[in-house]
Nanobody, 116 residues
Framework: QLQLVESGGGLVQPGGSLILSCAAS????????MGWFRQAQGKQRELVAR????????YYADSVKGRFTISRDNAKNTVYLQMNSLKPEDTAVYYC?????????WGQGTQVTVSS
């Protein structure tokens, strides 16, 4: 059974930075994509950033372009989200996401709060 373990969330002031990490462990046969979603209170979950394995393409939501950077360490099956110039509207629970074949896996979520 594949598991995703996230770390790195917390409280940060506006303009600050955080880095999230997500390590995949267990039975990993194929990874088609890894990425991060977020869900703010009262809002739908949205895709923030994703790396696709096949063509090594990247996706970023418009709201985070130029501020967030997603990266992946294939040897460690770990994906990172470097978040800079954080804004209060980035406050949300961030979820790691992995697409492997026909299956979709989710991490438990980590809270990011941007507040002064």
């Amino acid at each position: 059974q594949l598991q995703l373990v996230e770390s790195g969330g917390g409280l940060v002031q506006p303009g600050g930075s955080l880095i999230l990490s997500c390590a995949a462990s267990g039975s990993i046969f194929v990874i088609n994509a890894m990425g991060w979603f977020r869900q703010a209170q009262g809002k739908q979950r949205e895709l923030v950033a994703r790396i696709t394995s096949g063509d090594s393409s990247y996706y970023y939501a418009d709201s985070v372009k130029g501020r967030f950077t997603i990266s992946r360490d294939n040897a460690k099956n770990t994906v990172y989200l470097q978040m800079n110039s954080l804004k209060p509207e980035d406050t949300a629970v961030y979820y790691c996401n992995l697409i492997g074949g026909v299956r979709i896996y989710w991490g438990q979520g980590t809270q990011v709060t941007v507040s002064s």
